[in-house]
């Protein structure tokens, strides 16, 4: 699914990261294990030497950086190796409660980041953890860095809609493009072990390197299902797993993208009534339909002439994308859409645009992760007349998304590595507490998906923002979900589990901005994932 996930420099040839290295420490009487083990393929990893910080908010939050060499292929472990980038912020806390592993979702999202998140998480109780940040296979500051066409997301680009055969074939022509230039890329040997059955080895050498027996997992979007996957393969290793913005395993991948087309629209239907009742601040309509208006008309004057040259209905609907995954954005999408609506001003529209959309060199990175996660992990159709058939179906009753997220995917249909069976996510096995927190409307994982996974996990339980829109919205501040994370990431402790298919605790969503003004500035949420 399209997201707002940030990418970097161009990717470097596969390369061996060695080192002498101190295994984490804390409090001795507090470690399970201090030694560490071998895999079950016998493969044992050099310690990490934990070091300084390349990132400044993570040295200013007091971490320590440092890198994990696992095998390129898990199968191999004698064969090729790469170097993954990995953070830590250690417990402050008297009470000592472990290590915490983390994932902010994409897939193809930087995770470095997220060893700071236990400073988000109240009554001090995430300062008893020590939190780990890593940068997936591929991504970020990890290497090899997987990078194919840095150029790829341009201006002014063909239609998403193919209101004709010409628009579709340019699009086909573009999509199997992109995933033949991944193909030949300098990292190319990564395509075949991208999958999140990779990642989730990844994270057990990760738990055997730092000595410990069992890790908690706080997964945020795509983050949810490496998570559950995890959780399948090695049930004894998780003691704690926070949940948030939850993926239904049952629909990995292609099922999952036609699945959120009408849960997209229903949010932006939501976000125009919003901006209507702010038309003070904003100009575009007393009503919903009045909004509405607005954006079909704007839509049809970018397709005549692109505002500055650059600005076409894609790039437009791509700006207005965030505002469909977290409430936090809504001023700045919505003044971004006034502004060209009304004065033909386009730097708010092409600054959203971009920063969902980065170009240059290397800046393909999340998009590159992403597709050869999703196109590897499930099987996708390879006959486009499938792909035709279902996104004009959506299309009839969800315009808004449905030919940008098949376009966005559509390179899986040529992608140049095998994709394999889905994992069978089971939690039959899993014995430990499972929290699951998810708004009832997020568009990017339905909370069916989480249902479906309290279904799964008869250990778990769901906390649940009624009528909340923003995706992973846990940790924003609303008490009630929040605290119900700080209790059991205290004790373990679950809301009560009830009988039949619904939420165990019931919260309010993250609210909708209150009054607004023309000149609000920028809000940034926490930056998880696409997915």
């Known amino acids: 699914m399209r997201g707002t996930i940030k990418a970097g420099v161009a990717a470097l040839a596969l390369a061996l990261t060695a ?11 507090a470690r399970e294990s201090a030694r560490s083990e071998a895999s079950p393929t016998g493969y044992v990893a050099p310690p990490i030497e934990w070091g300084r910080c390349a990132d400044e908010s993570l040295r200013q939050a007091g971490a320590r950086c440092g890198r994990l060499v696992v095998p390129l292929d898990h199968a191999r472990p004698d064969g090729p190796t790469i170097s993954l980038a990995v953070s830590l912020i250690r417990h402050t806390s008297d009470t000592y409660r472990g290590v915490m592993f983390t994932n902010p979702g994409g897939p193809g999202g930087s995770g470095l980041w997220m060893a700071r998140l236990g400073a988000y998480v109240p009554n001090g109780v995430g300062r008893s953890y020590d939190w780990i940040g890593l940068d997936p296979r591929g991504v970020g500051d990890s290497r090899p860095r997987l990078t194919c066409d840095g150029s790829y997301f341009g201006w002014d680009r063909p239609p998403y809609r193919p209101k004709t055969s010409a628009i579709m074939r340019a699009w086909l022509r573009k999509t199997a493009a992109y ?100 038309r003070s601040a904003y100009h575009l309509g007393a009503t919903r339909a009045d909004v509405t208006a607005a954006y079909h008309r704007l839509k049809a004057r970018l397709t005549k002439r692109p505002a500055g040259g650059i600005i076409g209905p894609d790039e437009f609907d791509d700006a207005l994308l965030p505002a469909g995954y977290n409430v936090y954005y809504w001023p700045e999408v919505a003044g971004a859409f006034s502004k060209l609506s009304r004065f033909g001003a386009y730097a708010g529209v092409k600054r959203l645009y971009r920063s969902g959309n980065p170009s240059g060199p290397g800046a393909d990175n999340g998009y590159a992760i992403y597709l050869a996660t999703q196109c590897t992990d499930a099987q996708w159709p390879s006959d486009w007349s499938k792909w035709r058939t279902d996104n004009w179906r959506l299309d009839a009753k969800a315009p808004y998304l449905t030919w940008s997220n098949a376009w966005y995917n559509a390179p899986c249909r040529t992608w140049p590595a095998a994709s394999h069976a ?13 929290l699951l927190v998810s708004e009832t409307l997020d568009a990017a994982t339905p909370y069916s998906g989480a249902l479906a996974v309290r279904r799964l996990f008869p250990t778990s339980a769901l906390v649940a923002g009624k009528g909340g829109t923003t995706h992973a919205a846990g940790l924003s501040g609303v008490p009630c979900v929040d605290n119900a994370i700080a209790r059991y990431l205290a004790t373990g402790a679950l809301p009560r589990r009830t009988s039949g298919d619904h939420a165990d605790l019931v919260c309010s969503p993250l609210p909708q901005p209150g009054r607004v003004t023309a000149r609000q500035g920028r809000l940034t949420p926490l930056p998880f994932g696409r997915w």
């Open 179 to 278: 995933a033949k230039s991944c193909g030949s890329s300098r990292a190319q040997a990564l395509l075949p072990h991208l999958r999140t059955v990779d990642t989730v080895a990844d994270f057990e050498v990760l738990r055997q390197t730092l000595g410990v027996k069992r890790v908690g997992f706080y997964g945020g979007s795509y983050g949810t299902y490496i998570a559950q996957v995890y959780a399948t393969q090695h049930p004894s290793r998780i003691k704690r797993m926070v949940l948030d913005g939850v993926v239904n395993p049952h629909k990995a991948w292609y099922a999952a993208n036609l699945g959120q087309a009408v849960p997209f629209e229903r949010v932006m239907t939501i976000f125009f009534r919003w901006i209507a009742r702010h």
């Open 19 to 29: 080192g002498l290295a101190t295994t984490l420490t804390g409090a001795a009487e």
């Open 422 to 434: 889905a994992v069978k996510v089971s939690g039959a096995a899993f014995p430990a507490p499972v």
